[in-house]
């Protein structure tokens, strides 16, 4: 992650714009996400410079694991495989790496653009997977990401899937907006690595209002939520007139890391401050070891995933 006095590193690798009515989109050939979504000119998300990195993880693909694995270590098939630790302060390898490559860009539209990356084997990681992301703009639904991932190889391989975005309730500070998430388990971390720490409790012994609406004022999260209604689920961040952002998932995702950042913590999000990230995952943390909710991919087998994000008007 950047921290708020470090320089951020430059690239020149390709953002593709798109249109449809009110919506303006910019995604990422860098990690195959999104880089800014606008409706009527106010942002549903933070976004970042044309030719920047994308900060604290913003907007890219985390697969072909979402969130963390301690050590590095997992198991499948009876084989032990050792993933590059990729967060050092806390030995954990962190949210795949598909979100650290440049996507090829396959097809493109004014309002759709299709991406595809091919991982080959890396560190810990002996399977080959391929994966496209289609970023559709509709006038009227907004922004829908499309996720397909084949397993190039002829043995079973594990497989999750998350994705990074963070909210803007157009523009709104973070502070003066509420946040509507329908979890009704929290998964317990521990402080120091982030990891599982226990069982599922109830979600409102982390947060009391929760799915009937959490003020933002002075709350730090980095937290998994699970519980979610089966068939999908649906996420709002407003503003104090009511309106701001929704985002959804497909009955895939059945857990959510929500993340703060903040300045006071030395991570806060580059010219914004305090800002959420709310990042839907088919899997929880150190899934890869657990096996919880973990998607085996047989060799040639291949999923599909959706989710989007669009503007919600109630004032």
């Known amino acids: 992650m950047t921290s708020p006095t470090s320089t951020p590193r430059t690239h020149n690798h390709p953002f ?7 919506y303006r989109a910019s995604i990422s050939a ?13 942002p ?68 759709a653009v299709t991406l595809e990356v091919a991982s080959g084997m890396k560190e810990g990681w002996p399977w080959r997977l391929r994966m496209t992301v289609t970023w559709e703009l509709d006038p009227s639904k907004g922004l829908t990401g499309t ?42 971390l521990d402080s120091v690595r ?19 609406g959490q003020h933002m004022a002075g709350i730090w999260l980095d937290h998994c939520f699970g519980g979610v209604p089966e068939g999908g689920s649906e996420v709002e961040l407003i503003n104090s007139e009511g309106d701001g952002v929704r985002l959804w998932a497909d009955e895939m995702f059945d857990w959510y890391q929500v993340f703060t950042a903040d300045p006071a913590r030395r991570e806060g999000y580059p010219d914004v401050g305090r800002a959420l990230a709310v990042e839907p995952m088919t899997c929880p943390p150190d899934a890869l070891r657990s096996g919880r909710h973990l998607i085996r991919l047989e060799g040639g087998d291949q999923e599909t995933f959706s989710f989007g994000l669009a503007v919600t008007m109630k004032g």
């Open 16 to 22: 593709i714009d798109l249109a449809a009515g009110d």
């Open 30 to 42: 860098f990690g195959g996400g999104l880089h800014t979504l606008d409706y009527a000119g106010q």
């Open 44 to 111: 549903l998300t933070p976004g970042y410079p044309h030719g920047q990195y994308p900060p604290l993880s913003a907007g890219i693909i985390l697969a072909p694991w979402p969130n963390r694995t301690a050590d590095g270590v997992f198991a499948h098939d009876g084989q032990i495989h050792r993933l590059q630790i990729t967060e050092p302060g806390r030995a954990t390898a962190i949210h795949g790496f598909v979100g650290s490559m440049v996507w090829d860009v396959t097809d493109r539209s004014d309002s």
């Open 147 to 188: 996720v397909t991932v084949r397993n190039e190889e002829e043995v079973s391989c594990p497989f999750g899937l998350g994705w990074h975005p963070y909210l803007s309730a157009l523009g709104a500070p973070l502070d003066e907006c509420t946040l509507h998430l329908p979890a009704h388990t929290n998964l317990p």
């Open 194 to 212: 982030n990891l599982p720490a226990g069982p599922e409790f109830p979600a409102d012994r982390v947060l009391p209002n929760l799915e009937r």
